[in-house]
């Protein structure tokens, strides 16, 4: 059964590096045709894709987002990780990282991140 989970610091000061890791289990983060997303969800607002690691090592990122955000994998571990800087207290979320096949069709039950001093 594939299971992800996300894990990393709950409180990141405003302008530092947000940094979080997914770890994939049941299933190869390289297998072919595969990718791996970060998603994450404000309070009382939409779902919001972040970008994206295929599992060729390929990355895409959200073009709003793109200048601030670095997605990587570490294959040895199955794991693979979101690093966003110079974050403000307005991405304040809950962060989540999924698998992509067409659709996101499994997903990790999410951490909560807090931007604040």
Known sequence: QVQLQESG??????????SLT???????????????????????????????????GKTYYSQSLKSRTSISRDTSKNQF???????????T???????????LDYWGQGTQVTVSS
């Open 93 to 103: 979320a809950v962060y989540y990282c999924a698998r992509l096949t067409g659709a």
């Open 22 to 56: 997914c770890t994939v289990s049941g299933f190869s983060i390289t297998t072919n045709y595969y990718a791996w997303s970060w998603i994450r969800q404000p309070p009382g607002k939409e779902l919001e894709w972040m970008g994206v690691i295929a599992y060729d």
């Open 81 to 91: 990780s979101l690093q966003l800087s110079s974050v403000t207290p307005e991405e």
């Open 9 to 18: 610091p709950g409180l990141v000061k405003p302008s530092q590096t947000l």
